[in-house]
């Protein structure tokens, strides 16, 4: 299981989402066999991956037995209890396992990679993901760095060291087809720079240059909010109950979501049985899939015994909180949706996208797009910066992010860091 994925996560989820087995269920039983002969006796290396959507893709794989598995993540306390988690099962993992409390795009990441046996599936889940990375210029430069300049080079290091010879996949989001904030427009640009590895001829690097073989087949997959992973809003609900704090949520904003074991299924079938070169997207309707997050909150109240009282100031929703638990409701605070980057509704697939059959009944594919020109400009500029030279303006950044991404359409809001 994954390490968010207890009882009360699951029970949650099946509570506001009013499905208790999975979306893409169908398509796991259909292609099995395929999915056997993909992973079984093989060695995959998981980056990023000691988090919950992660751990959840690695659950699914181990299923299928491969050889060996390494994770690389920084977060000690997180492959920590991955480990305590691993040795824990009913059905102990009976091949290799190690951890790396690697940061993927370093020069030590890449030492490891240059001395162990190559991994023939490459999975990667590092990201800087939360809009709020663009509340200033230092965040900003940071997301960049880690969903740009970092992947850059975690991925020359694979073409230049054979690793990833049935496929590299990275997680990409819902937030990158036609882009309003910055976290989903460097995601937008994260795809092209994956397209860019997986193209022969090119470069092994667009920042440091040399010469290597082009991935055999890269992959990626955009998909909804994964409900109570590490650091969302409806894991948030969770802890503000455990401090006794209010409860906050946009009104009108709704998501498509699916659970961590979808999300887990969801990687892993993109990772193993998507064509390369494409984004993979699930065909979830608005409807059946869409929820908001006052809904979950409310699901998140009831599932406590607690009914919401709603607020709309946030003192009063503060000074509230003993009167209201005294009385068995909670302070539910709800606000507008005016913060930087924000859509009512996320889509999957971007205007001038075309989706086409994978073989997949749940999801669509989307051929590759991009320029790798204008993506050259900004890593420079964002290494740049990072090495302690010329530090652009948050102007700047955004313009040479809207010159790697004209889709994005980014206007300045309020930041999600004035919220409570």
């Known amino acids: 299981m994954a390490l968010c994925l207890t009882p009360e996560i699951e029970a949650l989820t099946a509570r506001f989402t ?14 099995v066999d395929e999915l056997v002969q993909m992973v079984q006796g093989k060695r995959i290396l998981l980056v990023g991956a ?6 959840a893709t690695l659950f699914e794989l181990l299923a299928f037995k491969p050889s060996a598995v390494t994770v690389m993540d920084t977060s000690e306390n997180n492959l ?14 009976e091949g290799t396992f190690s951890v790396e409390p690697l940061d993927y795009g370093s020069a030590l990441a890449g030492s490891f990679l240059g001395n162990t046996e190559p991994f023939d599936l490459v999975l990667s889940f590092a990201a800087l993901k939360h809009v709020r990375s663009e509340r200033d210029d230092l965040s900003l430069l940071r997301m960049l760095e880690v969903n740009l300049v970092k992947a850059d080079r975690f991925l020359a290091s694979l073409r230049q060291h054979g690793h990833g010879s049935d496929g590299v996949f990275f997680v990409s989001t819902d937030k990158a087809a036609d882009p309003v904030n910055l976290m989903g427009a460097s995601k937008r640009a994260m795809e092209s720079l994956l397209w860019f590895h997986g193209t022969p001829g090119n470069q092994a690097s667009l920042l440091d240059g040399g010469e290597a073989p082009a991935l055999a087949r890269v992959t990626t997959a955009r998909f909804a909010n994964v409900a109570f992973s590490d650091g969302s809003l409806p ?3 969770l802890r503000r109950l455990e401090k006794g704090q209010p409860l906050a949520a946009p009104e009108k904003v709704r998501r498509y979501f699916v ?14 049985l998507c064509p390369k070169n494409h984004v993979m997207v699930p065909k979830m309707d608005p409807e059946r899939d869409g929820f908001s997050f006052v809904e979950i909150a409310h699901a998140v109240l009831e599932q406590h015994g607690l009914s919401p009282k709603v607020f709309r100031e946030e003192a009063q929703a503060r000074d509230a ?10 302070p539910l605070l709800l606000t507008s949706a005016d913060t930087s980057g924000e859509k009512l509704m996320e889509t999957f697939v971007a205007e001038n996208e075309a989706t086409s059959d994978v073989g997949l009944q749940a999801f669509w594919g989307v051929a590759a797009q991009g320029s790798s020109e204008e ?12 090495s302690g030279n010329d530090r652009p303006t948050m102007d700047t950044l955004i313009a040479a992010i809207n010159a790697c991404v004209p889709a994005l359409s980014h206007t300045k809001g309020k930041s999600l860091d004035d919220r409570m």
């Open 50 to 55: 000691a988090g919950s959507i992660g751990s």
């Open 80 to 93: 920590a209890e991955l480990i305590r988690t691993l040795r824990s099962l009913d059905t102990p993992y």
């Open 259 to 272: 659970s961590l074991k979808e999300a887990g299924q969801l990687c892993l079938l993109a990772a193993t």
């Open 375 to 386: 993506l050259s400009d900004l890593l420079h500029m964002v290494n740049e910066a990072c």
């Open 18 to 31: 009013g499905r208790d087995t999975s979306l893409f269920q169908d398509d796991m039983d259909a292609r």
């Open 235 to 237: 894991w948030a609900f």
């Open 321 to 330: 909180i003993i009167s209201c638990i005294e009385e068995g409701s909670y």
